[in-house]
Each structure stands twice: as C-alpha cells, then as structure tokens.
T-cell receptor, first 109, second 114 residues
C-alpha cells in the first residue's frame, strides 16, 4: 500500500493555542480525508478534501489539500480540552485505504 | 440508529485457538473493511470487501481471513492466533468503495493473545 508521512507524531499544547499537523506522500491523490479518534472510540471523519488547493473549514478546524496533491494540512485554532485525541489523515488507491500513523494531541488546561 | 457494531469488545485468548470477531452494519453499505491499530503504526488495513462475495487483501492480511456472505456482516477470522496479533481491531463501512467516501468505524475490539 501507499506510505503516508504524518507529523508530528505527538503534541502537548496549552489550552487556547493553535495546532498544525500535516501529511505527505510520494504519490498523487485525488482525495484527502482527516479523522479524529477520541480515547476508547473509533475514528470519526472531520473534513474531506476533494480538490487540489482546496481550503475547507469545520468550526475551529481548517484543512488544506496541497496544490501538488501530495500533501494535506490540518489546523486547529484556539484548542480546548475536548480536542484531545489522535488525528489521522487518509488517502486511497482505488479500494485500498491508507491512513497516516496519527498525531496524538494532548491539551493542557 | 445507524451504526457499525463489533463483538466482542474485549477478548483474551491463547495461541492457536481459533477465534472470530463479528462486524455488522445497518446502513446498507457496500464497502466494509478491517483495520488493526498498534502504537506508533497507526491504522493498517487488513482486508476489505467491495460487496457481497468480493474481498481483497489490504496491507497486513497475513494470519487473517474474512468472508462476506451477506451485505451487513463482515467477520474477521483468526485461524491460529499468535501473540503478534495482539492489537486493537476496527471494522468500518462506507456507502460504496473508493477512498473518497467517509468510513464509519465500529467501537473497536481489543484482542490479547497469550
């Protein structure tokens, strides 16, 4: 399958700070998706990106589909304690899906 | 309620004892898949199914089997579990195949093989 490089692997931030994470690949993809996994739960979709250069927001979350189609970024503004979890990017080569290794976010109140 | 269910949620077993983890979805989704989640390795796809009787290998299929006899069910079978299959397993489904579709995940099954 494809290889996705997701960074950082983990983050410890103060409540109220902004967060930025990214995923890169050596291959081109037509879709990037971002999921969040809360402790003890399965991942849930946050944002889907379908067009190179696209910038999409969902509340305090903003994600961008890189213009090269080989990367994507997720930003969280003004973090709050409930942002804690693991964030995954996902791409697909046909029917086989590949997820990044995840960014574990910890928010210090 | 639209959902993906997995059973059991927790399982401790011994090496070599065959086990099945069930997965069921009530959303009439065509695509279903299994993942394992290990620290530092993220989510890795084990098997996926595009529709009834159509399955294919993901990135880490060794030691696992699946079947898709009905649209709603996609069990994961470990014929002879080994300790390196100790992991957190997730089943997921989506309306159709293809990576641009939202995956709906089950709650996970934590498996320990002694």
């Amino acid at each position: 399958g494809q290889q996705l490089n997701q960074s950082p692997q983990s983050m410890f931030i103060q409540e109220g700070e902004d967060v930025s994470m990214n995923c890169t690949s050596s291959s081109i993809f037509n879709t990037w998706l971002w999921y969040k996994q809360e402790p003890g739960e399965g991942p849930v979709l946050l944002i889907a990106l379908y067009k190179a250069g696209e910038l999409t927001s969902n509340g305090r979350l903003t994600a961008q589909f890189g213009i090269t189609r080989k990367d994507s970024f997720l930003n969280i503004s003004a973090s709050i304690p409930s942002d804690v979890g693991i964030y995954f990017c996902q791409v697909a080569g046909s029917y086989q899906l590949t997820f990044g290794k995840g960014t574990k976010l910890s928010v210090i109140p | 309620e639209a959902q993906v269910t997995q059973n059991p949620r927790y399982l401790i077993t011994v090496t070599g004892k065959k086990l099945t983890v069930t997965c069921s979805q009530n959303m009439n989704h065509e695509y279903m898949s299994w993942y394992r989640q290990d620290p530092g390795l993220g989510l890795r796809q084990i098997y996926y199914s595009m529709n009834v009787e159509v399955t294919d290998k993901g990135d880490v299929p060794e030691g696992y089997k699946v079947s898709r006899k009905e649209k709603r069910n996609f069990p994961l079978i470990l014929e002879s579990p080994s300790p390196n299959q100790t992991s957190l397993y997730f089943c997921a489904s989506s309306p159709i195949g293809g990576g641009d579709n939202e995956q709906f995940f089950g709650p996970g099954t934590r498996l320990t093989v002694l």
